[in-house]
């Protein structure tokens, strides 16, 4: 194959993105997993799955499928979603320090817990 001018600068080019692209790889380090994400349904005035094992770092996301307000409330007070509205959604990451029991403020026989292993 012959090559002419205009190919010249189009091979040097991809063989430039080609050594970019291999100087960001990194060599011998394992990138740290950004963790699990679950989920928790708020349906009929409950939470499903009421209890959650989950590991630091990981995400929990509660989405409410009811069609009234609820809340995510750590019993201890030391976490909280505010109000969360019909079809709305909360997240939060988890540290070692957010097991235990949760409930609903508008609701309190709702009751849930996350578990961190």
Not at 53 to 59: E, I, K
Not at 79 to 99: F, H, P
Request: aromatic letters at 8%.
């Amino acid at each position: 194959m012959r090559i002419t001018k205009w190919m010249r600068p189009w091979g040097i080019a991809v063989v430039m993105i080609a050594v970019l692209a291999a100087a960001m790889v990194p060599t011998g380090a394992n990138p740290k997993p950004d963790g699990v994400r679950h989920r928790v349904n708020i349906q009929r005035f409950t939470f499903e799955p009421a209890s959650l094992v989950v590991a630091p770092g990981d995400t929990v996301v509660w989405v409410n499928l009811d069609i009234v307000p609820h809340t995510i409330t750590a019993t201890d007070e030391s976490w909280d979603s505010q109000t969360l509205q019909a079809n709305g959604a909360w997240e939060m990451r988890v540290t070692e320090a957010m097991t235990g029991d949760y409930f609903c403020r508008f609701h309190p026989t709702m009751v849930g817990q996350v578990k961190v292993k």
